[in-house]
């Protein structure tokens, strides 16, 4: 199968080599919504390269409270744990937005890294800047206002997707660790202002320069790069 028809983009960019260790023992996997690609503590089976849809990270604290803590499209790949060596991850990974993409399992991704030192440094460069993408969530939660952080969240999610981005406010709330009525308020002011269009479960950004305005810093060249691409 030639590489040109692929769109993940850290399958695109591996070297030929590397991306033919791979290809053998890949498949071609629907990935609906809610499906979940690792579960807190397990051992990781399968790793994912989404095409479409999009996989949130999510971290669990004790009680229950959630917040993702990394978003993955067709820019990156499930299994960063695999990738620096550990079998399992104290988060949940799990489908927010439907796709397809293509799986391989996490032994035969050991086997591949173990047998190329580009492909691991490759797949390593990416894992970084996964890890990069975490921290800058961090610290926007951390220092950045609702409708701020919920400007940053959709446009990365719009970055990943076409057009309309399909969640409810629940999700959404999960999504950026907070209550439902604060994103609620603050999907009412980006519409406000003239920056989205909201429906039930439904939301599309009309204005981009002025999303990223809004954001005032949080999404910059760490949300909009290709995690990917090998000069990472």
Request: charged letters at 20%.
């Amino acid at each position: 199968m030639p590489r040109s028809i692929f769109r993940n983009y850290v399958l695109k960019t591996l070297a030929p080599r590397d991306f033919s260790l791979l290809q053998p023992s890949m498949h071609r996997v629907e990935l609906a919504i809610k499906a979940r690609l690792e579960e807190p503590y397990r051992p990781i089976q399968h790793v994912y390269f989404p095409e479409t849809g999009i996989a949130s990270v999510v971290a669990t604290m004790t009680g229950g409270r959630q917040s993702e803590v990394g978003i993955i499209g067709y820019d990156g790949m499930t299994g960063a744990a695999v990738i620096l060596g550990q079998d399992r991850s104290p988060n949940e990974t799990y489908i927010q937005v439907a796709g397809n993409g293509w799986c391989l399992s996490a032994e035969d991704l050991r086997t591949a890294i173990a047998e190329s030192q580009t492909l691991r440094g490759s797949l390593l460069r990416y894992a970084h800047a996964f890890l990069v993408q975490s921290s800058r969530t961090a610290l926007v939660n951390g220092h950045s206002k609702i409708e701020e952080r919920l400007a940053r969240w959709l446009l990365m999610v719009h970055d990943r997707t076409e057009g309309k981005i399909y969640l409810t406010h629940e999700f959404l709330a999960t999504m950026l660790g907070t209550r439902r009525p604060g994103v609620t308020s603050a999907l009412q002011m980006l519409e406000y202002r003239g920056l989205i269009h909201a429906k039930r479960g439904e939301i599309t950004i009309v204005d981009r320069p002025g999303m990223i305005k809004l954001t005032r810093g949080a999404y910059g060249e760490e949300e909009q790069r290709h995690f990917g691409s090998a000069s990472s």
